[in-house]
Nanobody, 125 residues
Framework: VQLQASGGGLAQAGGSLRLSCAAS????????MAWFRQAPRKEREFVAA????????HYADSVKSRFTISRDAAQYTVTLQMDNLKPEDTAIYSC???????????????????WGQGTLVTVSS
């Protein structure tokens, strides 16, 4: 599976941005897709994920109620709508995919085998 991310850029605090991630290749199997982010001098952290098997979405507490992850099953595309952005959301965002696995590992980057290129999101105060 190959992942192509797009979107990101610069926004003011309180503003919105949208990220997209398109999967291609051997996408006929059930997969989980997620977004992770890494801010300067910080560890990579989970942001959101969506599972193809049950369409359920999962969020980090820091973004819950502000970010929405959705999917277009026909296109194997995942979108992350980011609203009410905060300066602490500034980071490089990367999409990731894996063959669907156990729920307890959904938020752990090490369990994802496919990664797209990162895209920078900058939120000014």
């Amino acid at each position: 599976v190959q992942l192509q991310a797009s979107g990101g850029g610069l926004a003011q605090a309180g503003g919105s941005l949208r990220l997209s991630c398109a999967a291609s290749g051997r996408t006929s199997r059930t997969i989980d897709m997620a977004w992770f982010r890494q801010a300067p001098r910080k560890e990579r952290e989970f942001v959101a994920a969506i599972r193809w098997r049950d369409f359920r979405s999962h969020y980090a507490d820091s973004v819950k109620s502000r970010f929405t992850i959705s999917r277009d099953a026909a296109q194997y595309t995942v979108t992350l709508q980011m609203d009410n952005l905060k300066p602490e959301d500034t980071a490089i965002y990367s999409c990731a995919a894996r063959l669907t696995g156990i729920l307890s590992t959904l938020r752990t980057a090490d369990y994802y085998s496919c990664w797209g290129q990162g895209t920078l999101v900058t939120v000014s105060s």
